[in-house]
Structure formats: structure tokens, C-alpha cells
């Protein structure tokens, strides 16, 4: 649905003292149709320019991306904003018209495409249904929630039935509580609808929560990509595991798992993934039964994604070191993923 091929994007500068920027650096990227696909970085990563080169908003320096079958990258005018139509966006501020009405602003799409009245009013009443805004249609934007605000931005950016959706940052205004449920609609249209989702986020939170597939990006490269479940359970790069780090380990952690190794200088802390059926598995009383260890859980968690469940889990265990050993060895054989913290000698 989706290809970038050798994508680079350099901003001039104004002053001659300073080099040009470059927001984006040679990537490659193909998303596939009716993916929800996520593009994680830190502010100034490169993710903002990435997606609006989907749709035309910025233009590569080098390189191509097509989009539903478009070169979006070479044409322009009119070509342009007919292959814009396959491709929506919504926004971290909503974007919408303030003297609008809720209905009004789901219609304006409608009536720049030139569709009749009968059918805009068939189109926007099924839309508002579609994002649960029945009820709001006569209200103006000032008088929504941050939320209620978001889903009219969808039910535009749906209107003229879209290919492909781009979200830029479409929940970094809301708090935790809107940001699952506007989260849940785009799973929702997604399933329904068999949308291709873009979505770029600093939160790790928004990949676990709805993404298929992850790209991490650092200085305008992508440094990591791949199923989001496999990205967490072994992210390669260092910026990758602090997102990981995000979701999976509670703020806490750092500190007890410090206290422990200073207040049990013997033994190891040891850090074990699980991922899908795994996380289900008895392993702990195994441990405990089948080897002379003592075992004390530190802290643990279960994350779902859309592809199934990852947990963490770290345990201090106290034995011999040949005993901890063979505990090791046995917890990798069933498929657990173990790291030793710190060896507390
Ligand atoms: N129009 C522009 N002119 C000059 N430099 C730009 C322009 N747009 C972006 N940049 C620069 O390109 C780099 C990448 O910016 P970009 O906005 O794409 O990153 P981002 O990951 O989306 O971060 P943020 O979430 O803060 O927007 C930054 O150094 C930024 O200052």
C-alpha cells in the first residue's frame, strides 16, 4: 500500500553559519494494506516530515513514495489532490473549523468532493454513528472534549472513504483515559473498514496498544523495525529498549532492583520476557520445585498488543552459582527470554 524507497528530505537554512538539516535520511519502508503501522521517535527524530511526505504535504529531496499505486513524490496539481483523496490525516490539535458545527465539519470534505446534499446528509449521519458522536451533531468544537474533538477529526478524514488514514501524534493532547478509547476507534475502523493506519507517536503505549508493526526512528533514520511483539521482546537497538522500557517496566523498578542487589549481595537479578502462551506458564513454582534456589519475584507486568501478550518479570534467585546456572539454562529452554541484571558478587 505503502513504499519508500531511499527517502531523503533536507531542509536549508536560513543563516549561512549553520548546515542544512536533514530530517530525513535514506529510508526504506513498505507498509502493506490494512496494517496499523507505527513510527516512534523522540522530538526532532523525523517523524512529522516522514509523514507528510505520505501525502504530499512535504517533498523528498531524493528518493520516491508511493502510495496506493500514486507517486506521490513526483506528481503534482491536480493528480496530486485526486491522489489525496485515498489519503487522510488527522491531527494533535483536531484541525477542525471552530464556526463549524460537529455536522458541518464532518461535511466539508463532502462538499469540496462535490457530493450532493441527500448523500452528504446519508454520509455524515452513518459517520457520526461510526465514531459515537450521536447527539453532538449541532454542537461547535468549543464545546467538546479533547475526545469528542478527536472523533469529529476522524469522521472527517473518513468521509470521502480513504485508502490510507496518517495520525500525527492524533493522542498526545489526551489523557490516558480518552487516549485508549480514541485508541479503540481506530482498531475498530481499522477491523471494519480494513484501513491502512499510520500513526506517528513518542509513546510507546500507542505501538503496544494498536500497532502491527513498529519503525523506530532516531536523527531521520529508521534504526529498528519489525512485528511490534518481536520488537519488544528483543529490541536491538538502545533507543528501542528505552521505549520498551516505557510500557513494560514499571518507574519503580530501577530503584528495586538496586535496593535488592545492594541488601542481597548474593545471587543474581535476573530479568525474564515472556511473549503469547508463555506468559501463562507455571515457570516460577517449576523453579522453585526442580532446582535448590530461593526465589523472590521483584516486580512484573503484562502488556497487551494487538498480536498478542508480553510480560516481564524479575526475580532474585539465591543458591550456588552452578544451581543458578542450571536454572538459567532450564528458564531459556522454555523459550523465556532471561537476562542477568547484575551479577552480585
Ligand atoms: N520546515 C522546516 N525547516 C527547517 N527545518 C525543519 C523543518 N521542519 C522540520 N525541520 C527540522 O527537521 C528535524 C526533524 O523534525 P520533525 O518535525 O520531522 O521531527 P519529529 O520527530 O516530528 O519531532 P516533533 O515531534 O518535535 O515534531 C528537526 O531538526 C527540525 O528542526
Known amino acids: ?57 512535504e517533498t523528498p529531496s531524493t528518493g520516491s513514495v508511493v502510495v496506493a499505486g500514486n507517486t506521490i513524490s513526483s506528481i503534482k496539481g491536480r493528480n496530486l489532490r485526486k491522489a489525496r483523496q485515498e489519503i487522510s490525516m488527522i491531527f494533535q490539535h483536531f484541525n477542525l473549523l471552530w464556526s463549524r458545527t460537529v ?10 468532493a462535490g457530493v450532493k446534499k441527500s448523500e452528504r446528509q446519508k454520509r455524515v449521519n452513518e459517520l457520526i454513528k461510526l465514531v459515537g458522536l450521536e447527539g ?74 494498536i500497532c502491527h508493526r513498529v519503525a523506530v526512528m532516531e536523527g531521520g ?19 528501542t529498549k528505552r521505549f520498551v522500557q516505557q510500557v513494560t517496566e514499571p518507574a519503580e523498578t530501577k530503584d528495586t532492583v538496586d535496593h535488592l542487589l545492594e541488601n542481597y549481595p548474593q545471587g543474581k537479578v535476573v530479568q525474564l520476557t515472556f511473549v503469547g502462551e508463555n506468559t501463562e506458564s507455571p515457570l516460577i513454582t517449576k523453579l522453585i520445585r526442580n532446582f535448590q534456589l530461593d526465589v523472590n519475584i521483584v516486580q512484573g507486568k503484562i502488556s497487551q498488543t494487538q498480536s498478542g501478550s508480553y510480560g516481564t518479570l524479575f526475580i532474585h534467585m539465591d543458591g550456588s552459582d552452578e544451581e543458578i546456572s542450571r536454572a538459567i539454562t532450564y528458564i531459556k529452554e522454555q523459550q523465556v527470554g532471561v537476562e542477568v541484571i547484575s551479577n552480585a558478587e
Open 1 to 57: 500500500m505503502i513504499t519508500l524507497s531511499k527517502v531523503s528530505k533536507v531542509f536549508s537554512t536560513k543563516s549561512l553559519q549553520s548546515q542544512p538539516i536533514k530530517a530525513v535520511d535514506e529510508v526504506n519502508l513498505t507498509i502493506n494494506k490494512g496494517e496499523i503501522f507505527g513510527i516512534i521517535g523522540y522530538s526532532g527524530a523525523g517523524k512529522s516530515t516522514l509523514i507528510r511526505m505520505l501525502n504530499g504535504l
Open 221 to 239: 533514520r529508521i534504526v529498528e523495525q519489525g512485528p511490534v511483539l518481536d520488537v519488544f521482546q528483543n529490541p536491538a537497538a538502545q533507543i
Open 103 to 112: 455536522h458541518d465539519n464532518i461535511a466539508f470534505p463532502l462538499e469540496i
Open 136 to 209: 453532538r451533531e449541532n454542537a461547535y468544537p468549543s464545546q467538546l472534549s479533547g475526545g469528542q474533538k478527536q472523533r469529529v477529526g476522524i469522521a472527517r478524514a473518513l468521509a470521502n472513504n480513504p485508502k490510507v488514514l496518517l495520525c500525527d501524534e492524533a493522542t498526545s493532547a489526551l489523557d490516558p483515559q480518552t487516549t485508549d478509547s480514541i485508541l479503540e476507534l481506530l482498531v475498530d475502523i481499522n477491523n471494519r473498514l480494513g484501513l491502512t493506519i499510520v500513526l506517528i507517536t513518542h509513546e510507546m503505549h500507542v505501538i503496544r496498544k
